[in-house]
Structure formats: C-alpha cells, structure tokens
C-alpha cells in the first residue's frame, strides 16, 4: 500500500489550468502502477489517468488531449497537468495505487478542483 498527500487544487475558470501533485510514501514506488481518480458530488468514483512504474500512460476519453500524467520516482510524485479545464472536472481528484484500491479500498483526503463557467 501506498500512503498519499494530494495538493494543487483550486477554482479555476473554464478553458484554464491546474498542475495537482501526489506526494507518495511506501515501499517499491517505482515499480508501483500509479492512478489519478476523480468524484464529483452524488457520481461514482472514476479512472481520470494511470501510469506505470516504467512511465506509460493511460487516460479517460474525457481528458484525453487535455491532461498529462507523469511521475518522479526520486522524489516519489506523480503529477496530473490539466489544461483546458471544462465545468464537467469539477471533482475531487485522488491519487492512488490500484491495487490498493482493489484489495482494500482505501483513500487519502483528495484535492479539490472547481472550474467555473
């Protein structure tokens, strides 16, 4: 399991951008999967973007062409560029390890994104 601290967060106005960052704790983060989730109010969690320990990237059809997954593995982060950020983002956006998530479902506070019309 991988400890996480989420931050970047913010509003925002529609067609702007956010840089939120995942700082990560735990052993073998670097061959770790790593996975950015988003909830808005009264919807099911959903996958935004995943990354794998060797840096290939995965993403939703709703934000593909507008974020960016990467991660660091010196500094143990991983990070979520958005760009061209529509109303529909508004979430609480999540990082975690799925694995994690599958066998014990378990999350960290989240950060908080709004963009407004």
């Known amino acids: 399991q991988v400890q996480v601290v989420e931050s970047g967060g913010g509003l925002v106005q529609a067609g702007g951008s956010l840089r939120l960052s995942c700082a990560a704790s735990?052993?073998?983060?670097?061959?770790?999967?790593m996975a950015w989730y988003r909830q808005a109010p009264g919807k099911q969690r959903e996958l935004v973007a995943s990354i794998t320990g060797g840096g290939s990237a995965n993403y939703a059809d709703s934000v593909k062409g507008r974020f960016t997954i990467s991660r660091d593995n010196a500094k143990n982060t991983v990070e979520l560029q958005m760009n061209s950020l529509k109303p529909e983002d508004t979430a609480v956006y999540y990082c975690n390890d799925p694995v994690s998530v599958l066998l014990h479902d378990h999350w960290g506070q989240g950060t908080q994104v709004t963009v407004s019309e």
């Open positions: 735990g052993s073998m983060f670097s061959i770790k999967a």
